[in-house]
T-cell receptor, first 107, second 116 residues
Framework: DAKTTQPTSMDCAEGRAANLPCNHS???????VYWYRQIHSQGPQYIIH???NNETNEMASLIITEDRKSSTLILPHATLRDTAVYYC????????FGAGTTVTVRA | EAGVTQSPTHLIKTRGQQATLRCSPI?????VYWYQQALGLGLQFLLW???????NRGNFPPRFSGRQFPNYSSELNVNALELEDSALYLC???????????????FGAGTRLSVL
Protein backbone atom coordinates (compact mmCIF):
# COMPACT_ATOMS: atom_id res chain seq x y z
CA ASP A 1 0.00 0.00 0.00
CA ALA A 2 1.14 3.51 -0.74
CA LYS A 3 2.34 5.53 2.23
CA THR A 4 0.77 8.80 3.25
CA THR A 5 2.16 11.89 4.95
CA GLN A 6 -0.01 14.09 7.13
CA PRO A 7 0.77 16.95 9.52
CA THR A 8 0.97 15.80 13.11
CA SER A 9 -1.58 18.26 14.43
CA MET A 10 -3.65 21.29 13.59
CA ASP A 11 -6.03 23.65 15.32
CA CYS A 12 -9.23 25.00 13.90
CA ALA A 13 -11.73 27.60 15.10
CA GLU A 14 -15.27 26.44 15.63
CA GLY A 15 -17.48 27.35 12.68
CA ARG A 16 -14.57 27.74 10.27
CA ALA A 17 -13.54 25.33 7.56
CA ALA A 18 -10.81 22.85 8.41
CA ASN A 19 -8.54 21.83 5.53
CA LEU A 20 -6.54 18.66 6.19
CA PRO A 21 -3.77 17.91 3.69
CA CYS A 22 -2.38 14.50 2.79
CA ASN A 23 0.48 13.53 0.49
CA HIS A 24 0.44 10.14 -1.23
CA SER A 25 2.98 10.46 -4.02
CA UNK A 26 3.37 6.68 -4.54
CA UNK A 27 -0.33 5.98 -5.05
CA UNK A 28 -1.04 3.42 -7.76
CA UNK A 29 -3.82 3.44 -10.30
CA UNK A 30 -6.30 1.18 -8.51
CA UNK A 31 -5.83 2.58 -5.03
CA UNK A 32 -8.52 4.69 -3.46
CA VAL A 33 -8.00 7.53 -1.00
CA TYR A 34 -9.96 6.98 2.22
CA TRP A 35 -10.43 9.29 5.16
CA TYR A 36 -11.37 8.06 8.62
CA ARG A 37 -11.43 9.74 11.98
CA GLN A 38 -11.12 8.37 15.48
CA ILE A 39 -12.55 10.13 18.47
CA HIS A 40 -10.77 9.16 21.65
CA SER A 41 -10.77 5.37 22.18
CA GLN A 42 -13.73 4.80 19.86
CA GLY A 43 -13.69 2.78 16.66
CA PRO A 44 -12.61 4.72 13.56
CA GLN A 45 -15.44 6.37 11.66
CA TYR A 46 -15.51 6.36 7.86
CA ILE A 47 -15.74 9.88 6.43
CA ILE A 48 -15.28 9.80 2.67
CA HIS A 49 -13.35 8.17 -0.14
CA UNK A 50 -12.36 8.94 -3.73
CA UNK A 51 -10.43 7.62 -6.69
CA UNK A 52 -9.69 10.64 -8.85
CA ASN A 53 -12.70 12.93 -8.83
CA ASN A 54 -13.57 15.34 -6.06
CA GLU A 55 -16.23 13.99 -3.73
CA THR A 56 -18.67 15.53 -1.27
CA ASN A 57 -21.01 13.99 1.26
CA GLU A 58 -22.86 15.18 4.32
CA MET A 59 -19.73 15.10 6.44
CA ALA A 60 -16.96 16.50 4.26
CA SER A 61 -15.48 17.20 0.86
CA LEU A 62 -12.48 15.47 -0.65
CA ILE A 63 -10.30 17.25 -3.17
CA ILE A 64 -7.81 15.06 -5.07
CA THR A 65 -5.16 16.65 -7.27
CA GLU A 66 -5.11 15.76 -10.93
CA ASP A 67 -1.91 13.71 -10.55
CA ARG A 68 -3.47 11.99 -7.49
CA LYS A 69 -0.33 12.57 -5.46
CA SER A 70 -2.10 14.56 -2.79
CA SER A 71 -5.54 15.28 -1.41
CA THR A 72 -7.31 17.59 1.02
CA LEU A 73 -10.17 16.76 3.33
CA ILE A 74 -12.41 19.73 4.01
CA LEU A 75 -14.70 19.94 7.00
CA PRO A 76 -16.83 22.91 5.95
CA HIS A 77 -18.00 24.14 9.36
CA ALA A 78 -15.97 22.56 12.14
CA THR A 79 -17.67 21.93 15.46
CA LEU A 80 -16.23 20.90 18.81
CA ARG A 81 -17.41 17.34 18.08
CA ASP A 82 -15.04 17.21 15.10
CA THR A 83 -12.06 17.11 17.46
CA ALA A 84 -10.42 13.78 16.59
CA VAL A 85 -7.48 12.07 14.92
CA TYR A 86 -7.98 12.09 11.16
CA TYR A 87 -6.41 9.36 9.05
CA CYS A 88 -5.70 9.55 5.33
CA UNK A 89 -5.29 6.06 3.87
CA UNK A 90 -4.43 4.88 0.40
CA UNK A 91 -5.27 1.27 -0.21
CA UNK A 92 -6.83 -1.35 -2.38
CA UNK A 93 -8.20 -3.55 0.39
CA UNK A 94 -6.19 -3.47 3.60
CA UNK A 95 -6.26 -0.22 5.57
CA UNK A 96 -2.88 0.87 6.93
CA PHE A 97 -3.36 3.51 9.57
CA GLY A 98 -0.48 5.91 10.13
CA ALA A 99 -0.27 8.42 12.95
CA GLY A 100 -2.88 10.70 11.41
CA THR A 101 -3.51 14.37 12.12
CA THR A 102 -4.79 15.35 15.54
CA VAL A 103 -7.36 18.05 14.89
CA THR A 104 -8.43 20.23 17.79
CA VAL A 105 -11.45 22.47 17.23
CA ARG A 106 -11.43 25.42 19.60
CA ALA A 107 -14.43 27.53 20.63
CA GLU B 1 -29.72 -1.13 10.62
CA ALA B 2 -27.27 -2.47 13.19
CA GLY B 3 -23.61 -1.61 12.82
CA VAL B 4 -20.64 -3.80 13.60
CA THR B 5 -21.00 -5.25 17.08
CA GLN B 6 -18.20 -6.57 19.23
CA SER B 7 -18.25 -8.50 22.48
CA PRO B 8 -17.27 -8.33 25.18
CA THR B 9 -16.66 -4.62 25.69
CA HIS B 10 -13.95 -5.29 28.23
CA LEU B 11 -11.98 -8.42 28.96
CA ILE B 12 -9.50 -9.00 31.77
CA LYS B 13 -7.14 -11.95 31.59
CA THR B 14 -3.87 -13.01 33.17
CA ARG B 15 -0.63 -13.89 31.45
CA GLY B 16 -0.69 -17.27 29.75
CA GLN B 17 -4.46 -17.45 29.43
CA GLN B 18 -6.44 -17.43 26.21
CA ALA B 19 -8.80 -14.68 25.08
CA THR B 20 -11.68 -14.95 22.62
CA LEU B 21 -13.15 -11.84 21.06
CA ARG B 22 -16.27 -11.83 18.90
CA CYS B 23 -17.50 -9.69 16.04
CA SER B 24 -20.78 -9.50 14.12
CA PRO B 25 -20.52 -7.66 10.82
CA ILE B 26 -23.06 -5.38 9.25
CA UNK B 27 -25.78 -7.42 7.52
CA UNK B 28 -24.73 -8.19 3.96
CA UNK B 29 -21.02 -7.70 4.58
CA UNK B 30 -18.86 -10.71 3.85
CA UNK B 31 -15.44 -9.43 4.91
CA VAL B 32 -14.25 -9.01 8.49
CA TYR B 33 -11.01 -7.34 9.55
CA TRP B 34 -9.29 -7.30 12.91
CA TYR B 35 -7.00 -4.54 14.14
CA GLN B 36 -5.00 -4.01 17.31
CA GLN B 37 -4.52 -0.59 18.85
CA ALA B 38 -2.16 -0.52 21.78
CA LEU B 39 -2.38 2.48 24.10
CA GLY B 40 -1.10 5.60 22.40
CA LEU B 41 -0.26 3.76 19.20
CA GLY B 42 -1.88 3.51 15.78
CA LEU B 43 -4.07 0.71 14.48
CA GLN B 44 -2.17 -2.35 13.37
CA PHE B 45 -3.78 -4.72 10.87
CA LEU B 46 -4.16 -8.23 12.27
CA LEU B 47 -6.35 -10.43 10.08
CA TRP B 48 -8.74 -10.35 7.15
CA UNK B 49 -11.45 -12.93 6.55
CA UNK B 50 -13.69 -13.08 3.54
CA UNK B 51 -16.28 -15.73 2.72
CA UNK B 52 -14.98 -17.91 5.52
CA UNK B 53 -11.36 -17.87 4.42
CA UNK B 54 -8.35 -16.09 5.86
CA UNK B 55 -7.20 -13.74 3.08
CA ASN B 56 -4.33 -11.93 4.74
CA ARG B 57 -2.67 -11.45 8.10
CA GLY B 58 -0.48 -8.75 9.52
CA ASN B 59 2.87 -9.09 11.22
CA PHE B 60 1.66 -10.89 14.34
CA PRO B 61 2.74 -14.22 15.84
CA PRO B 62 0.71 -17.40 15.21
CA ARG B 63 -0.84 -17.25 18.67
CA PHE B 64 -3.13 -14.64 17.16
CA SER B 65 -5.69 -16.57 15.14
CA GLY B 66 -9.31 -16.47 14.25
CA ARG B 67 -12.05 -17.74 12.07
CA GLN B 68 -15.13 -16.64 10.21
CA PHE B 69 -18.37 -18.53 10.54
CA PRO B 70 -20.95 -19.26 7.81
CA ASN B 71 -23.04 -16.30 8.99
CA TYR B 72 -19.93 -14.11 8.45
CA SER B 73 -19.43 -13.39 12.14
CA SER B 74 -15.90 -13.82 13.35
CA GLU B 75 -13.88 -14.52 16.42
CA LEU B 76 -10.32 -13.61 17.27
CA ASN B 77 -8.37 -15.90 19.56
CA VAL B 78 -5.22 -14.87 21.35
CA ASN B 79 -3.35 -17.73 23.00
CA ALA B 80 -0.65 -17.60 25.67
CA LEU B 81 -1.46 -13.98 26.52
CA GLU B 82 1.41 -11.61 27.17
CA LEU B 83 1.32 -8.27 28.95
CA GLU B 84 1.93 -6.41 25.68
CA ASP B 85 -1.26 -7.89 24.22
CA SER B 86 -3.18 -5.37 26.30
CA ALA B 87 -4.89 -3.20 23.72
CA LEU B 88 -8.12 -2.15 22.07
CA TYR B 89 -9.08 -4.76 19.47
CA LEU B 90 -11.20 -3.41 16.67
CA CYS B 91 -13.26 -5.31 14.17
CA UNK B 92 -14.42 -3.88 10.86
CA UNK B 93 -16.61 -5.24 8.12
CA UNK B 94 -17.04 -4.46 4.46
CA UNK B 95 -18.60 -5.68 1.27
CA UNK B 96 -15.89 -6.04 -1.32
CA UNK B 97 -16.76 -4.69 -4.72
CA UNK B 98 -15.60 -6.37 -7.88
CA UNK B 99 -11.81 -6.40 -7.96
CA UNK B 100 -11.66 -5.30 -4.35
CA UNK B 101 -10.44 -1.84 -5.24
CA UNK B 102 -13.06 0.01 -3.24
CA UNK B 103 -13.27 -1.28 0.27
CA UNK B 104 -15.07 0.90 2.78
CA UNK B 105 -14.67 -0.62 6.20
CA UNK B 106 -17.04 0.11 9.04
CA PHE B 107 -15.73 -0.34 12.55
CA GLY B 108 -17.18 -1.59 15.79
CA ALA B 109 -16.57 0.03 19.16
CA GLY B 110 -13.87 -2.49 20.05
CA THR B 111 -12.98 -4.85 22.86
CA ARG B 112 -10.51 -3.58 25.42
CA LEU B 113 -8.31 -6.46 26.53
CA SER B 114 -6.29 -6.06 29.68
CA VAL B 115 -3.65 -8.67 30.48
CA LEU B 116 -2.51 -8.67 34.10
Amino acid sequence: DAKTTQPTSMDCAEGRAANLPCNHSTISGNEYVYWYRQIHSQGPQYIIHGLKNNETNEMASLIITEDRKSSTLILPHATLRDTAVYYCIVSDYKLSFGAGTTVTVRA
Amino acid sequence: EAGVTQSPTHLIKTRGQQATLRCSPISGHTSVYWYQQALGLGLQFLLWYDEGEERNRGNFPPRFSGRQFPNYSSELNVNALELEDSALYLCASSFLTSGGAKNIQYFGAGTRLSVL
